[in-house]
């Protein structure tokens, strides 16, 4: 992400946890380039950036092998997957899918990010958490970005039948698609 | 030979799991349905009444808030916030300016601190009293529900009097609150306490020890702690299966650090320790509402960051240039530095938070919500299987899943 006006950035509070948690980040962060490599593609860190908690760009191919390590290994334990989302950037690599991760026994936050492109497939979390089947679902009827290896990637807010992905940024903002059919129960759905 | 015969010969004859095979049944359950609270819709194959499988959906609500919060301004984009979990509204408007504040480096008075804790303490009370009753109802106990919502009425009375509305309330502004709270109504909230403290304790008495709730909800519903992970748990559900966390300890924003209070645990993870894990926490959050009265002070409510504060009307009225501010403020709005935070709060529900991401405007570049019942919601049918339909509607109340808050 380009700051646009650079005028807009003081320096801000918010970035209230560096006292408290820069140093675990930095080890952490500094194992995370000596296990991966190449594959940490980039980290932002405040203050010295706009954000509350370091973002970490990942590779696409790694990101299944940077998330269960981070949610297993003893020096990240980021078991929790607080919330799973993607941003329209409007220019090439157009989305970005963030995870905010959480440690239920560190009590820190941190938040990976993942440049696609495009139509590109991203890999699906949900072997790591099964509760990110839902998140990924919404993510793929928001912005129709596809996750390979989905056990059910359907539309979730919207109806099935509807076309587009509404939060896109060439989305239109007014329009209306109608449907008078009642969306029906899916017997294949419970099937064992 | 007699008809009657041939049947009861048939009958003899087969196979009682072939019996079963055949009663399958594929039943839809919502969106409309009243044990369904909200418009969701749940639907489940049946073997006879147990639950083999089901799925469930949601959408019916969706009301487009995160591109409307792309395509609003950060002061208009508050009346959004109390439609999302409107059962406990004053916490949703509360995260909403707590996030923009935080991303504009803005620090609010100590008064608008105190105030914005106790109400969002009442609608955590509000919320679990409602959670509860209605789950009290589907189960039969009706009596149960009237104790807790006539409290809730008073509690809202409470609400009415400091921003006129009593479910939508839209009652913090970015900096500051819509107006200060009226004169006595701390002593107000204090009685309120008092008298809900009572009305908690003879609830107690009605319903916990009562073997027929014990019976339908001891057992049932189960969520295992390491599920309990996997799904993305968080609140007062979590709580009920052994976790604890609770972020206004763990992480904590406003003066939660300053007040005591215990976080409740239960190990079970069944209706019955969700049910005892929401009881205490009332208990809780009434202690913090009482010290949060005994320490409000009369003050300014209104940060002094000229950015965001909204003019008075003496100098709009007035002045031009107070005209001319004000034309600008609600036309187009102020701007965000442009950065990127996730806010989060422990809701009556769990971990709600704001992940905004500004890129300078006045207008958000990206506004997820992130509700904590979109993932309980998702374990819905992982916790009923196997159940009977009567408890699969005993288990969804017991999550205390809300639709505006999923629908977004």
């Excluded at chain 1, 495009?118 to 912005?143: H, L, Q």
């Excluded at chain 2, 969106?31 to 194959?45: D, E, I, Q, S």
């Excluded at chain 2, 529900?145 to 009593?166: K, N, S, V």
């Excluded at chain 2, 993932?375 to 009923?384: G, I, S, Y």
């Amino acid at each position: 992400m380009e700051i646009t006006d650079i005028r807009n950035f003081v320096p801000t509070t918010f970035g209230d946890w560096v006292p408290k948690f820069g140093e675990l980040w930095k080890t952490q962060i500094s194992a995370l380039r000596h296990r991966f490599g190449e594959n940490i593609q980039e980290t932002r860190m405040p203050p010295d950036y706009p954000t509350d908690v370091p973002i970490i760009y990942v590779k696409k191919e790694s990101i299944l092998n940077v998330l269960s390590f981070m949610k297993t290994d003893s020096t990240f334990e980021y078991n929790f997957l607080s919330d799973l989302t993607a941003t329209d950037e409007s220019i090439e690599p157009r989305f970005e899918l963030v995870y905010n991760l959480f440690s239920t026994t560190k009590l820190v936050r941190i938040r990976l990010k993942v440049r696609l492109r495009d139509g590109e497939e991203a890999p699906t979390a949900t072997a790591i958490w099964p509760g990110a089947n839902w998140s990924e679902r919404e993510v793929f009827d928001m912005f129709g970005i596809r996750f390979a290896g989905h056990p059910d990637l359907r539309r979730i807010l919207m109806d099935i039948r509807y076309v587009g992905h509404p939060l896109r940024k060439d989305f239109p903002l007014k329009g209306y698609q109608i449907f008078t059919e009642p969306e029906l129960a899916d017997p294949a759905l419970l099937e064992e | 030979m007699p008809m009657t015969d041939t049947i009861h010969k048939s009958a003899l004859d087969r196979d009682p799991d072939d019996l079963w095979e055949d009663s399958r049944a594929i039943v839809n359950i919502g969106p409309t349905h009243p044990a369904m609270h909200g418009a969701f819709r749940l639907v489940a194959k049946l073997n006879g009444e147990t639950i083999e499988k089901s799925y469930g959906e949601f959408g019916y609500t969706h009301r487009a808030k995160e591109k409307m919060g792309e395509n609003r301004t950060y002061h208009q984009y508050i009346v959004y916030t109390d439609r999302m979990n409107y059962v406990s509204a004053m916490i949703n408007n509360t995260v909403y300016a707590m996030a923009v504040e935080r991303l504009m480096g803005i620090e609010v008075p100590e008064r608008t601190i105190w105030i914005r804790m106790i109400c969002s303490e009442m609608s955590r009370v509000i919320d679990h009293l409602v959670c509860v009753g209605i789950n009290a109802v589907d189960i039969g106990a009706f009596s149960y529900f009237l104790y807790g919502f006539h409290e809730r009425e008073e509690a809202y009375t409470l609400i009415e009097r400091l921003c006129g509305a009593r479910l939508t309330t839209s009652f913090t502004r970015i900096g500051g609150l819509m107006a200060d709270a009226p004169e006595g109504w701390e002593k107000d909230v204090k009685a309120w306490v008092k008298r809900t403290r009572k009305t908690i304790d003879e609830m107690d008495r009605l319903l916990t020890m009562n073997r027929i709730w014990q019976k339908r909800t001891v057992g049932v519903g189960v969520i295992t702690k390491e599920q309990c992970i996997e799904y993305g748990f968080s609140g007062p559900n979590a709580r009920g299966s052994g976790i604890d966390i609770d972020l206004r300890r763990d992480q904590p924003c406003m003066f939660y650090k300053d007040v005591e209070f215990d976080v409740p645990y239960a190990t079970e993870g069944d209706i019955f320790s969700r049910y005892l894990v929401r009881i205490e926490e009332i208990r809780q959050s009434l202690n913090i509402i009482t010290q949060c009265a005994d320490r409000i002070k009369p003050g300014p409510i209104w940060c002094e960051d000229k950015r965001v504060r909204i003019p008075d009307k003496d100098v709009v009225y007035n002045t031009m240039e107070g005209l001319i501010y004000h034309f600008k403020f609600f036309m187009t709005g102020f701007e965000v530095p442009a950065g990127e935070a996730y806010t989060q709060f422990e809701a009556a529900n769990g971990e709600f938070g704001f992940y905004i991401v500004s890129k300078g405007s006045s207008k958000a570049h990206r506004m997820r919500v992130r509700g904590p019942s979109f993932w309980h919601f998702q374990a819905l049918p992982l916790m009923v299987r196997g159940l009977k339909i009567a408890d699969m509607v005993a288990t969804f109340g017991s999550i205390n899943v809300i639709a505006g808050e999923i629908d977004r």
